[in-house]
C-alpha cells in the first residue's frame, strides 16, 4: 500500500463521484479507478458499495477512512516539521501559466507553497504559451506551466495530467441539449478556435484533417477571455479545456468524441540550467496536489 493509494480513497470517499474525484485530483477516472482496485486487492474486502452510477462507503471503507485520515494527516505533519527545521527559503519565482491555469488550477498549488514557504515571493504571470516558452529561454521566467510539447529544443516538459476538450456553446446554441458531439459533426459548424501556431490548435487541426472536417472558423483569439464572449453573444461554438471556464460562466460544455481530442499539462522547464532550491520545492508541491 503506497500513500498515493490512501490520498485518493480520501478524495474519493469525500466526493462519493469518481468523475469528480478524478477531477479534484487531476487525473483520469481509470486511472482513479485502478487504484482503487489495487488498494482493495491488497486489503482484500471492498471499500466502496456499487450501486448503478452511486457509490457509497462498506463498512470496511468507513473503518479505513478514519485510521487514512490519522496516517495521511499525521505523516504530513510530520513532514512539515522536519521542513521546518531547514533554513527557510527565501527569494522570488517567477512562475508563467497560460489562462486555462490560472482561472482554475493555479490556485491549488500555489495554496500550499505559500503556507510552507511564507518568506518566498512569487511572480506570477498569465501569458500565452509561447511568451511562456521565450521567458524561460531568457530566464525572466523560473518555471512555466502550460500545454506540451515545448516548441523549442531548448526547453524540456514535464508531464502533469492529461485532458480531454469540450464543446463549448451557450444555452441558446442549438447543440446546447447534447452531452456528447462526434467530431464529425463539426463539419461546416461555426466554431471560434485558439490561433494558429498554439499546440492546441496544431493539435485540432490535425484531427479535423484526419476526419476530412473543415469546420466553419469564424474567428480565432490568443486568449480565453474574448472567445467566451463570443460565445455568449453568438450562435457559435469553441474547443476548449474545462477548467478554462469560470464557473460562472453560465455557458454549456458537451463531451468531443471519435476521436476525443486531449493534450498533456506539463512544468515546462529551461534545458542545462541550474535551478534554485525554491523552483523545485514549487514542482514538488505540484506534482503532489495534481
Do not use: C
Not at 471499500?47 to 457509497?56: A, D, V
Not at 500545454?147 to 444555452?171: D, Q
Not at 466554431?191 to 496544431?202: M, N, P, Q, V, W
Request: hydrophobic share 40%; charged share 25%.
Amino acid at each position: 500500500m503506497e500513500l498515493r493509494h490512501l490520498r485518493y480513497f480520501r478524495v474519493l470517499a469525500d466526493t462519493l463521484n469518481f468523475t469528480r474525484a478524478a477531477e479534484k485530483l487531476y487525473i483520469t477516472q481509470s486511472t482513479l479507478s485502478h487504484q482503487i482496485k489495487q488498494l482493495e486487492d491488497e486489503i482484500g474486502t471492498p471499500l466502496f458499495r456499487r450501486e448503478g452510477k452511486s457509490i457509497s462507503l462498506t463498512h470496511a471503507g468507513q473503518y479505513l477512512l478514519e485510521g487514512a485520515n490519522r496516517a495521511v494527516e499525521g505523516i504530513d505533519d510530520t513532514i512539515r516539521g522536519i521542513r521546518s527545521l531547514a533554513q527557510p527559503l527565501t527569494g522570488t519565482l517567477s512562475i508563467g501559466s497560460t489562462h486555462t491555469f490560472s482561472v482554475k488550477a493555479l490556485g491549488q498549488y500555489l495554496v500550499p507553497f505559500v503556507k510552507e514557504f511564507p518568506l518566498v515571493r512569487l511572480d506570477l504571470q498569465e501569458l500565452s504559451a509561447h511568451d511562456i516558452e521565450a521567458g524561460l529561454l531568457d530566464e525572466r521566467l523560473d518555471i512555466g506551466i502550460a500545454y506540451t510539447p515545448a516548441s523549442h529544443e531548448g526547453l524540456w516538459s514535464e508531464p502533469l495530467f492529461t485532458e480531454a476538450l469540450v464543446l463549448v456553446v451557450s444555452k441558446l446554441h442549438a447543440l446546447a441539449s447534447r452531452k456528447r458531439v462526434r467530431m464529425v459533426e463539426l463539419h461546416n459548424q461555426p466554431l471560434i478556435l485558439l490561433s494558429k501556431g498554439y499546440a492546441t490548435r496544431k493539435m485540432l487541426d490535425g484531427h479535423f484533417r484526419k476526419a476530412r472536417i473543415e469546420p466553419l472558423i469564424v474567428a480565432e483569439a490568443n486568449t480565453v477571455g474574448p472567445i467566451l464572449s463570443l460565445i455568449r453573444h453568438h450562435p457559435v461554438a469553441a474547443i476548449l479545456s474545462e477548467r478554462a471556464i469560470p464557473d460562472e460562466a453560465g455557458l454549456h460544455k458537451i463531451i468531443l468524441q471519435d476521436p476525443a481530442p486531449t493534450r498533456t499539462a506539463a512544468l515546462l522547464w529551461k534545458k542545462n540550467r541550474h535551478y534554485p532550491k525554491i523552483a523545485l520545492e514549487f514542482a514538488r508541491l505540484v506534482k503532489e496536489n495534481r
